[in-house]
């Protein structure tokens, strides 16, 4: 059927105006309707409706005429308020009617006015998108109406018509090339209604009668006639016919357009697409034939699609499928001079697939990779300056990728399914796998004319191979999952953060990232900041290279817990100094990973009977703690001291260290709605030094006197600095007593005391001294033997081992030397009451005659008795303690 010129024009007169309309509408304030004008035909077999869409508005709806149109207004579901209204002609045909709906807006009283054409069919035409069908697709087709003067009708829905298919051949057969697909078995939707009228249309059909909408498939190559007349009556002669055509989809590859250099050839591959699966046509194929447009350009083999570029210029390359008459598939063929050679860097998975969100890293003056990572090398060619025109490589192109050292890198191939799956053409794969520096060469031969010689383009590419980037947290090269950090109003935890690796060697060569910065910032030299609790990753990245990055996450927390730190002794000898610290623990009893920022804000007391401690003025002990830690290198379970202290041991005793924390509660944070106030404690003590006294005065048995008195005061009250030489005859003995030292810490807690003999190298087998303790119920007594002549040592200790609320042990140790010796001479001391050390020493500085007789005599009185004793001296001129077992 012919279509009139008028129809046409009218139509797109029609679509200007809507566009118009709508330009209009967005521009204009106040409520607005979709359509000013709307021509609907008469009640038929079935009414015909059109929605009335409205938009920045509430309304109600009036119409002039009842008897000829319905409204019926449509509500939102969300609120009692009409946004459009279902128009439905239900008069029979009478003539052309006209009549007016109105739409008022209930909240500003405008009125808009749409006015209705009720007007008889007078012919109809089937529109669609194209002409030609691919195998398997399907289309639509919908019937648009038109009355006597080629108005447009805005709806048909709900007409009943007779669709048919008849093939188109010139020979008789029943073989169809389309196939109807019921409107229900389609992916088609009407937007729950507001898209369209789709259930009335798949009620038709399920009536078994066809609607203004159909839908088609193709299934076999050819045309097909498809008709479609109106079911009404008194109209069965409208009706509209058109022939569509069925065809394969083809598509080429390489895909156009096609750069190529003189001399390539260049196989082209067929391809279908089938059920959204593509097919690659065998070669040769008996329904297909392949030519060129500029044969001065190149040539093409007819049968398998091989091209060969002859001369510089543009060439078509065309497919035709003889099966149906005018359906090719064309690619366009430019032979070119290659202007330019690039490389493209791509990060790669261990599946050689790339890396997400990654694009192509271009050649530049210094590509920056690490091991660990793989990558994918590409090389390109192109016919200018820009990279829109890339060249096709083909063998005769003779492309290299060589490399200049194999120390640092290796270079496979890959394989065909990943080049294939990934579309890489001319690539290598690439593994760094140390540091170093070396280049890579990319090179293809061509032609500038078809006799000339061939040519080289070169391209180098320098590599430097840098370590894996690497977080450093609190000065140490180690790894963690997670940093934590306290925080209170008005604290802000800092932590110093660094980075190795990526070829940097200042901060500037590294790029700091929070994915939260109103939990953490991080500043450009990598400190982090807490500001509030909360979670934050905060990731390094090398500025040479993006993928080469390290990250921690960090979590940013309320202190929920204080403890004294396990790491230093809770015990110390009288005039030392002894350190406390605390630490701060989050909710799950974790460790901060810094919190010194609390350092101020915690509070130390000591809580003794007898003053044992007294907290020293912490002025410019920072630095010296500071230096012990890194001294020490001591960590318990990563945990850092928040606050710390340093408390003078005055005198023996026990104390309570006591440590308070405390902030007030702040209305302007919402988690924090009430008093962070923690404490921790520990018990400590001070000791005096573990000292060795004589036990046993020997003025009786050839040795010195001790003043055995004096042990009963303590040794507090002792200014002597106990015993460090006995001198004892083989055969002979002394007790001695063990003084200081740490007392017993608790039953959980082992005490230890145990003395050593260690005699002189070279000696005899047999050891010269024998110790045994002897029974005392708050004494540590030991009697002390001399067997053979020699010299030995005695070492005691005593104290607390490891144990509970007592993390490093406390032993005290001291020396004493027992010398086993005969005396060289022998001292008496006349008229003295003792045998006290300075009597015997004065004593030994007497003034002496032959045979060691005093140069002065001793004047007493007569009848009176004197007390004269008999002291061994050694060769030292010491006296022995002992010197019985010589008499």
Request: proline share 5%; glycine share 6%; net charge negative.
């Given at each position: 059927?012919?279509?009139p010129a008028a129809?046409?024009?009218l139509?797109a007169?029609v679509?200007f105006?809507?566009a118009?309309?709508a330009s209009?509408?967005?521009t204009a304030p ?13 009640r ?7 929605r009335l ?10 119409w002039?005429?009842?008897?000829i149109l319905s409204?019926?207004?449509?509500y939102?579901v ?9 128009l439905?002609?239900i008069a029979?045909y009478s003539?052309?009617?006209e009549?007016?709906?109105y739409?008022?807006?209930l909240?500003?009283g405008?009125?808009?006015r ?5 007007d008889?069919i007078s012919?109809i035409?089937i529109?669609?998108h194209?002409?030609?069908i ?8 919908r019937?648009?109406?038109f ?15 007779l669709?048919?298919l ?6 008789a057969s ?8 019921p409107?229900?078995?389609t ?12 259930d009335t249309?798949?009620e038709?059909?399920?009536k078994?009668?066809g ?7 193709g299934i076999?190559?050819g045309h097909?006639?498809v008709s479609a007349?109106?079911?009404?009556p ?5 009706a509209?016919?058109?022939?569509l ?11 156009s357009?096609v750069y190529?250099t003189?001399?390539a050839?260049?196989?082209y591959?067929l ?9 690659v046509?065998d070669?040769p194929?008996r ?6 447009t500029?044969?001065s ?8 699609g091989?091209?060969?570029a002859l001369?510089?210029?543009f060439?078509?390359?065309i497919?035709?499928?003889i099966?149906?008459s005018?359906?090719i598939q064309?690619?366009?063929m430019h032979?070119?001079i ?18 997400q969100?990654?694009?192509p890293?271009p050649?530049?003056n210094?590509?920056y990779?690490?091991p660990?990572?793989?990558?994918a090398i590409?090389?390109k060619?192109?016919a200018?300056?820009s990279d829109?025109?890339e060249i096709?490589?083909?063998?005769n192109?003779?492309?290299?990728l060589?490399s200049?050292t194999i120390?640092y890198w290796i270079?496979?191939?890959?394989s065909?399914?990943v ?6 053409k001319n690539?290598r794969?690439f593994?760094?796998i140390?540091e ?10 061509y032609?500038?004319g ?5 040519e080289?383009?070169?391209h180098v590419?320098e590599v430097n191979?840098c370590?894996?980037v690497?977080?450093i947290i609190?000065g ?11 925080w209170?109003p ?5 932590l110093?953060?660094?980075a190795?690796g990526?070829?940097g060697?200042t ?8 994915s939260d910065t109103?939990v953490?910032y991080?500043s450009?030299s ?5 500001k509030?609790?909360g979670?934050?990753t905060v990731?390094v ?22 403890v ?5 002794p809770v015990e110390a000898i009288?005039g ?7 630490t701060?623990k989050?909710?799950d009893?974790?460790y901060?990973?810094?919190c010194d ?5 915690v ?5 003794s009977e007898?003053?044992?401690f007294k907290?020293?003025n912490m002025?410019g002990?920072?630095s010296?703690f500071?230096a012990v830690?890194s001294?020490k290198g001591?960590?318990t379970?990563?945990a850092?001291?928040?606050a710390?202290?340093y408390?003078n041991?005055?005198c023996a005793?026990?104390a309570?260290?006591?440590?308070t924390?405390?902030?007030e509660?702040q ?7 009430k ?5 921790a404690?520990?018990?400590?003590s001070?000791?005096?030094p573990l000292?060795v006294?004589q036990?046993?005065?020997g003025d009786k048995?050839?040795g010195?006197?001790v003043d055995?008195t004096r042990l009963q005061?303590g040794?507090q009250?002792?200014?002597s600095?106990?015993l ?6 083989p055969g ?7 003084l200081?030292g740490?007392?017993?810490?608790g039953?959980?807690v082992?005490y230890v005391?145990?003395?050593d003999?260690?005699d002189e ?7 010269s ?5 002897t ?5 540590s007594?030991?009697?002390v033997?001399c067997?053979?002549r020699?010299?030995s040592?005695?070492?005691?200790s005593r104290?607390?081992l490891?144990?509970?609320d007592?993390p ?17 001479s022998?001292?008496l001391?006349?008229?003295e ?11 030994n500085?007497v003034d002496?005659g032959p045979r060691?007789?005093?140069a002065?005599?001793?004047i007493v ?13 050694h060769a030292?001129?010491?006296a022995?303690?002992?010197s019985?077992?010589f008499?």
């Amino acid at each position: 059927m012919a279509r009139p010129a008028a129809g046409l024009l009218l139509a797109a007169a029609v679509i200007f105006a809507a566009a118009l309309s709508a330009s209009i509408a967005t521009t204009a304030p106040g409520p607005h309707i979709a359509d000013l004008n709307i021509l609907l035909p008469p009640r038929m077999t079935n009414p015909v409706g059109y929605r009335l869409q409205g938009s920045d508005g509430c309304f109600s709806w009036s119409w002039d005429h009842h008897d000829i149109l319905s409204v019926q207004p449509e509500y939102n579901v969300s609120s009692r308020c009409s946004t459009s209204a279902r128009l439905i002609s239900i008069a029979p045909y009478s003539g052309r009617k006209e009549t007016s709906v109105y739409a008022t807006d209930l909240h500003t009283g405008a009125t808009i006015r749409c006015k209705v054409f009720i007007d008889k069919i007078s012919r109809i035409q089937i529109f669609h998108h194209a002409v030609k069908i691919d195998l398997d697709e399907l289309a639509t087709l919908r019937i648009r109406g038109f009355d006597i003067e080629d108005n447009v009708f805005s709806s048909l829905v709900g007409l009943q018509f007779l669709w048919k298919l008849v093939p188109k051949s010139s020979v008789a057969s029943n073989i169809h090339h389309l196939v109807h697909v019921p409107l229900k078995e389609t992916p088609l939707s009407d937007c729950g209604g507001f898209c369209g009228d789709l259930d009335t249309q798949i009620e038709l059909e399920d009536k078994g009668v066809g609607s203004d909408l159909y839908v088609v498939k193709g299934i076999e190559i050819g045309h097909e006639v498809v008709s479609a007349q109106l079911l009404e009556p008194q109209l069965q002669h409208v009706a509209d016919t058109i022939t569509l055509t069925v065809a394969e989809a083809m598509s080429l590859d390489p895909p156009s357009p096609v750069y190529v250099t003189i001399g390539a050839f260049v196989h082209y591959k067929l391809r279908i697409i089938r059920l959204n699966t593509v097919k690659v046509i065998d070669l040769p194929s008996r329904h297909h034939r392949w030519y060129v447009t500029n044969s001065s350009v190149a040539w093409i083999d007819g049968v398998m699609g091989t091209t060969h570029a002859l001369n510089l210029g543009f060439t078509d390359i065309i497919v035709e499928d003889i099966r149906v008459s005018g359906h090719i598939q064309t690619s366009s063929m430019h032979v070119v001079i290659p202007h330019k050679l690039s490389l493209y860097l791509v990060p790669v998975t261990n599946a050689s697939i790339p890396l997400q969100g990654i694009t192509p890293i271009p050649a530049s003056n210094i590509w920056y990779v690490f091991p660990g990572q793989e990558y994918a090398i590409s090389v390109k060619a192109f016919a200018d300056e820009s990279d829109a025109n890339e060249i096709h490589i083909t063998e005769n192109n003779n492309l290299k990728l060589e490399s200049s050292t194999i120390e640092y890198w290796i270079l496979s191939q890959v394989s065909h399914d990943v080049a294939v799956t990934c579309d890489w053409k001319n690539s290598r794969l690439f593994t760094p796998i140390s540091e170093g520096k070396g280049f890579l060469t990319a090179s293809i031969t061509y032609q500038k004319g078809n006799t000339s010689e061939a040519e080289v383009l070169k391209h180098v590419q320098e590599v430097n191979v840098c370590r894996k980037v690497k977080l450093i947290i609190n000065g140490r090269n180690e790894s963690s999952d997670i940093i934590r950090l306290p925080w209170a109003p008005g604290v802000f935890q800092e932590l110093e953060l660094k980075a190795i690796g990526g070829c940097g060697r200042t901060f500037e060569d590294y790029r700091w990232f929070s994915s939260d910065t109103g939990v953490i910032y991080v500043s450009a030299s990598g400190i982090i900041r807490a500001k509030r609790p909360g979670r934050a990753t905060v990731k390094v990245f090398s500025a040479f290279d993006s993928i080469n990055y390290d990250e921690v996450v960090i979590e940013v927390s309320i202190p929920s817990s204080m403890v004294i730190l396990p790491k230093y002794p809770v015990e110390a000898i009288v005039g030392t100094e002894l350190q406390a610290a605390v630490t701060l623990k989050t909710s799950d009893g974790s460790y901060y990973s810094r919190c010194d920022a609390f350092y101020s804000f915690v509070r130390w007391k000591v809580l003794s009977e007898n003053e044992s401690f007294k907290i020293i003025n912490m002025t410019g002990k920072l630095s010296t703690f500071n230096a012990v830690q890194s001294a020490k290198g001591v960590q318990t379970s990563h945990a850092y001291p928040c606050a710390w202290t340093y408390l003078n041991a005055t005198c023996a005793g026990r104390a309570t260290i006591a440590a308070t924390l405390s902030f007030e509660s702040q209305s302007s944070f919402e988690p924090f709605d009430k008093p962070i106030i923690l404490k921790a404690s520990s018990t400590i003590s001070a000791y005096y030094p573990l000292l060795v006294f004589q036990a046993e005065t020997g003025d009786k048995f050839g040795g010195y006197w001790v003043d055995l008195t004096r042990l009963q005061t303590g040794l507090q009250d002792l200014d002597s600095t106990g015993l460090d030489e006995l001198y004892l005859v083989p055969g002979s003995s002394m007790d001695i007593l063990l003084l200081g030292g740490p007392e017993r810490w608790g039953q959980k807690v082992e005490y230890v005391e145990t003395v050593d003999v260690l005699d002189e190298p070279g000696g005899s087998i047999t050891s010269s001294v024998v110790v045994q303790s002897t029974p005392s119920a708050k004494e540590s007594l030991y009697r002390v033997s001399c067997q053979l002549r020699g010299k030995s040592k005695l070492l005691f200790s005593r104290g607390n081992l490891v144990g509970i609320d007592h993390p490093m042990p406390a032993v005290a140790s001291v020396q004493l030397v027992v010398i086993c010796d005969f005396p060289s001479s022998i001292t008496l001391i006349a008229n003295e009451p003792a045998n006290t050390l300075d009597a015997i020493q004065t004593v030994n500085k007497v003034d002496r005659g032959p045979r060691r007789l005093w140069a002065s005599p001793i004047i007493v009185s007569n009848g009176r008795t004197m007390r004269v004793a008999a002291v061994g001296i050694h060769a030292t001129e010491r006296a022995f303690a002992n010197s019985s077992s010589f008499a």
